[in-house]
């Protein structure tokens, strides 16, 4: 189990990250949203938040998180929709919960090519 945790001067988070589905940068915060709905504003940029996520993986372990442009980052593990020409991608746990976020089709394309070649690598 991956936790993480967030401690500023007046709040702590420990963020389950197995459970977040995606982070989205507001400013110099970034909006926590997990798979169930439930979300969560940590006073800091998404960037930092990356390095933080980054330390707490285990080295023998891949990041399930991929950063898709300046101000999203989404968990792989719930990926089950990519749209180009709407511009979406869906992120599920294949029952009840989904989010569907808007991305550039640049974006879209790059990140949907780059899964492709780690299939056909496998």
């Known amino acids: 189990m991956l ?5 500023s001067r007046d709040e702590m988070y420990i963020l389950d990250l197995e459970k977040v589905a995606y982070m989205a940068a ?6 926590i949203v997990y798979i169930e709905g439930m979300q969560v ?7 930092k938040m990356e390095e933080m996520i980054k330390k707490v993986i285990p080295a023998d372990r891949k990041s399930p998180f991929v950063r898709l442009g300046r101000s999203l980052m989404i968990n792989q593990n719930y990926l089950s929709h990519i749209n180009i020409l709407k511009q979406r991608i869906t992120l599920s746990d294949n029952q009840t919960h989904s989010h569907m976020l808007e991305v550039p089709k640049a974006l879209l394309r790059a990140y949907k090519d780059l899964i492709i070649n780690s299939f056909a690598n496998q």
């Open 41 to 47: 504003m940590a006073t800091m940029g998404i960037s």
């Open 3 to 7: 936790k993480l945790c967030l401690n």
């Open 26 to 31: 507001n400013g110099n915060y970034t909006r």
